[in-house]
């Protein structure tokens, strides 16, 4: 597969306003593309945010602040959905390391 195709999936999977023609430079390559660990902290920075928002929606609910306890479930289910997808990537890449650490060369 080349590494062209690899970078359209990639560019049409994401939200965002470039087109995956803007993304590839002459030479088949992503242009503007994020490191990995960028994208990384990006993630995490989306999991702690939503689990910031679950704790003021829970906290609101308490307190009486007016917050529909429907919110409040669907905030918590959104964290804990977003928790869960990241120890699932964070499993699968420490089995990948493992698994290239167990190559030998």
């Known amino acids: 597969m080349q590494i062209a195709s690899i970078s359209n999936v990639i560019a049409d999977a994401s939200s965002s306003d470039i087109t995956g023609s803007q993304l590839l430079s002459q030479n088949g390559l992503a242009a503007d593309q994020t490191p990995f660990a960028g994208l990384l902290?990006?993630?995490?920075?989306?999991?702690?945010?939503?689990?910031?928002?679950?704790?003021?929606?829970?906290?609101?609910?308490i307190t009486g602040q007016g917050v529909d306890i429907?919110?409040?479930?669907?905030?918590?289910?959104?964290?804990?959905?977003?928790?869960?997808?990241?120890?699932?990537v964070r499993s699968k890449a420490v089995a990948a390391y493992q698994q290239v650490m167990q190559m030998q060369f």
């Open 41 to 61: 902290k990006n993630a995490i920075g989306g999991v702690q945010s939503l689990e910031n928002q679950a704790a003021s929606e829970v906290q609101g609910l």
């Open 70 to 88: 429907h919110q409040a479930m669907i905030a918590t289910q959104k964290a804990d959905m977003s928790f869960e997808m990241a120890l699932a």
